[in-house]
């Protein structure tokens, strides 16, 4: 029986995998060897129960007594904190999905690794922080790493059967989020219940907030250059606010290879976890006449500069992708507790990068996991005095 574990099985990514495991026959079909949440408690132990999993982690130590008792009187096993995370992720295990939001996703996502299985990757802040750490550890123990982006699942499919060196270009599609046309003064008025509101997608609160600001598609461009190995200046970014057109490959004899679907996770779920197969997903079919156009223009990157900040680290490389991440998600939480603006965000982890590039070499070519981890904590620390600051001066 397939082995398999979720990291973040409680989120908008982690509910979905859930939900596909239990279409194709759940625990009579699959072998849970551990589930992973945070907060979401109720909602680990319902998942532990009906998939019967070995393992339940909450990731918050204070909330292990109330998983224990959600769990009692049956045979989960139950653990908390960051590092039981890891000891999870260091159980035997064939498939692996890594949906864990943020930078804390990347060490247990990591760790599954070396188990030589298939590490579904949504956490895309793996692939901006520490891509070439994880492509390098994925080859040493002959693991696979399919990407649960639905641009760079896209890709990933555009590809197949496709010779790599007649890649010309590879371009992602954006929504263009809920304030796609909006100008500065608009975008500076932004409100965390107007950014969260994405017109397309149904999502995890953070990642709809880095949609409206583009910062989710400066990360995804980071991850097709980590992950695909293409130079930064052979990847573009169209906004196409249908979101039915994911992603597109152009190639030496000028012919484009588009990927459609439906804005719905499954689809990308569905192929990591049955790749190399193909099987029936319940998302909605496209019925492409009712919809009738599909439309795509260019990017507003003055308005929303997060793209141009993207270029700058996939040319710097090294440890400039977590520096931007972290400064990013210190940006993030300040908007969300509404201390900062919508336009400060970007403001804030431009100035962390420039304030960290007069201090180290971002770029620097000693690339490892604790020089990661302790750049994501600087990072962090800079961006806070960052946000103070501009606190202070109003
Ligand atoms: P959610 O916020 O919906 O879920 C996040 C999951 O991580 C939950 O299980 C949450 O637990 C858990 N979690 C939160 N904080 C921590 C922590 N510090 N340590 C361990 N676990 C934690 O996020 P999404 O599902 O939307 O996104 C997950 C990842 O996938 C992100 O990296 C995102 O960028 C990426 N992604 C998401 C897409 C989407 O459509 N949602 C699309 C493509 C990529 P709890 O809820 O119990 O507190």
Redo the contacts with the bound molecule.
């Keep these: 029986m397939r082995r398999v574990a979720i ?8 509910r979905n995998t859930v939900d596909l495991l239990q279409r194709q026959g759940g625990r009579e079909a699959y072998h849970v060897t551990a589930l ?6 109720a ?2 132990a319902e998942q532990a129960r009906a998939l019967g999993a070995d393992l339940a982690v ?2 918050d130590p204070a909330n292990y007594g109330a998983l224990k008792e959600a769990l009692a009187g049956t045979s989960v096993e139950v653990a908390a904190g ?1 590092e039981a ?1 890891v000891e999870a992720a260091e159980r035997p295990c064939d498939w692996a999905m890594s ?4 930078a ?2 990347l060490l247990p996502g990591f760790r599954t690794l070396a188990q030589g299985g298939t590490l579904a990757l ?4 793996s692939l901006v922080t520490a891509g070439p750490l994880l492509l390098a550890e994925a080859a040493r123990h002959g693991a696979t790493i399919l990407p ?3 641009e760079h699942s896209a890709v990933f499919q555009a590809l197949c059967g496709e010779d790599w060196a007649a890649v010309e270009r590879v371009i992602i599609t954006a929504s263009g989020g809920p304030f796609r046309g909006w100008n500065r003064a608009q975008l500076a008025l932004a409100t965390p219940e107007q950014a969260v509101a994405h017109p397309n ?7 709809s907030v ?1 949609s409206a600001s583009l910062f ?1 598609k400066a ?1 995804e461009l980071i991850e097709t250059r980590e992950f695909f190995g293409i130079e930064p200046e052979r990847i573009e970014v169209l906004v196409h606010p249908q979101s039915i057109v994911h992603a597109l490959v152009g190639f030496a004899d000028g012919g484009l290879l588009a990927h459609l679907g439906p804005a719905d ?1 499954r689809h990308a779920i569905g192929y990591a976890l049955n790749w190399p197969e193909r099987k029936p997903t319940p998302v909605a079919r496209l019925d492409l006449a009712r919809i009738g156009a599909l439309t795509f223009e260019a990017p507003d990157e003055a308005s929303f500069p997060a793209l141009r900040l993207a270029r700058d680290v996939m040319r710097e490389r090294g440890l400039a992708g977590a520096a931007f991440n972290a400064a990013k998600e210190v940006a993030l939480d300040h908007f969300l507790a509404r201390g900062i603006g919508f336009l400060d965000m970007a403001a804030v982890v431009e100035e962390t990068l420039a304030r960290l590039a007069r201090e180290c070499h971002l770029g620097t070519a000693t690339l490892s996991l604790e020089a990661v981890l302790d750049m994501d904590a600087l990072a962090r620390l800079r961006a806070g005095e960052v946000v103070a600051e501009r606190q202070r001066r109003g």
């Design positions: 990291f973040g099985a409680t989120g908008s990514i982690g992973t949440g945070g907060r979401n408690i909602l680990l909450t990731a960051p995370l949906a864990i939001v943020g804390a996703g949504a956490n895309k802040e649960v982006d639905s997608w149904s999502m995890g609160q953070r990642i880095d989710n990360l996770m």
